[in-house]
T-cell receptor, first 112, second 112 residues
Framework: DQQVKQNSPSLSVQEGRISILNCDYT??????FLWYKKYPAEGPTFLIS?????DKNEDGRFTVFLNKSAKHLSLHIVPSQPGDSAVYFC???????????FGAGTTVTVRA | DAGVIQSPRHEVTEMGQEVTLRCKPI?????LFWYRQTMMRGLELLIY????????DSGMPEDRFSAKMPNASFSTLKIQPSEPRDSAVYFC??????????FGEGSRLTVL
C-alpha cells in the first residue's frame, strides 16, 4: 500500500500563473515532509520540506502547506516559470527515520 | 565535488540475463539507498545500507534481486535472471545519516 499519494499525474499551467500540487498521506507517524523535483534523465533533487510542527514553509517562489488533520500537503509555485517543468515527488518520513516514502509524482508542464 | 555516480546509464538486455547496476555514493556519506522508479508506483525503496551493512531489504521484490556494499564507496544491485517487468529506472541515493538524500542520475533498465 502506498502511504503517500499524488492523485494528479500531470498538471499544465501557463507561465506566470500559480501551480498547485497536492499530496495525501495515510501514515499518522509521518512528521517530516519533502518535495523533490526531477528533470528528465536526472535524479530527483531536494526542493523544500516542512516538519509537522509547522503548517507553512516558504522558500522564494515555492511554498509548502501542511494540513495534519487532513493528512494533506500541497506545494505552491508562484509565479510558474518554464524551468519549473519537471516531475515533482512528494515524500514523507517519521523524524530521524531513514525510510522516505515517495508518491508516484506529478508532471508539471509550464506553457509559455 | 562529484555527486552520486551510477553506471550504466542505460542497459538493454534480454529476459533471463544477469544485470548488474553500480553505484558510487558521495564520499563521507554513510547511508546508501537503492530505489526503483516506475510509472505506477513512483519511487520505491528497494534496500538501505548504513555503514555498508544492509539494514532494510524489505523492498527487494524477489530473490532474483540482490545488493551488496563491499566498502563505503561502492554498491551493486544485481538482478538474476532479469524479467521484462524489471524494466524501470533504478536510482542510487546517499546521505549522511538521516540527512538530505542525494540521488544519482539513475540507470534505465529495459528487459526485452
Amino acid at each position: 500500500d502506498q502511504q503517500v499519494k499524488q492523485n494528479s499525474p500531470s498538471l499544465s499551467v501557463q507561465e506566470g500563473r500559480i501551480s498547485i500540487l497536492n499530496c495525501d498521506y495515510t501514515n499518522s507517524m509521518f512528521d517530516y515532509f519533502l518535495w523533490y523535483k526531477k528533470y528528465p534523465a536526472e535524479g530527483p533533487t531536494f526542493l523544500i520540506s516542512i516538519s509537522s510542527i509547522k503548517d507553512k514553509n516558504e522558500d522564494g517562489r515555492f511554498t509548502v502547506f501542511l494540513n495534519k488533520s487532513a493528512k494533506h500537503l500541497s506545494l505552491h509555485i508562484v509565479p510558474s516559470q518554464p524551468g519549473d517543468s519537471a516531475v515533482y515527488f512528494c515524500a514523507a518520513n517519521a523524524l530521524n527515520d531513514y525510510k522516505l516514502s515517495f508518491g508516484a509524482g506529478t508532471t508539471v508542464t509550464v506553457r509559455a | 565535488d562529484a555527486g552520486v555516480i551510477q553506471s550504466p546509464r542505460h542497459e538493454v538486455t534480454e529476459m533471463g540475463q544477469e544485470v548488474t547496476l553500480r553505484c558510487k555514493p558521495i564520499s563521507g556519506h554513510n547511508s546508501l539507498f537503492w530505489y526503483r522508479q516506475t510509472m505506477m508506483r513512483g519511487l520505491e525503496l528497494l534496500i538501505y545500507f548504513n555503514n555498508n551493512v544492509p539494514i532494510d531489504d524489505s523492498g527487494m521484490p524477489e530473490d532474483r534481486f540482490s545488493a551488496k556494499m563491499p566498502n563505503a564507496s561502492f554498491s551493486t544491485l544485481k538482478i538474476q535472471p532479469s524479467e521484462p517487468r524489471d524494466s524501470a529506472v533504478y536510482f542510487c541515493a546517499s546521505s549522511h545519516n538521516t540527512g538530505e538524500l542525494f540521488f544519482g542520475e539513475g540507470s534505465r533498465l529495459t528487459v526485452l
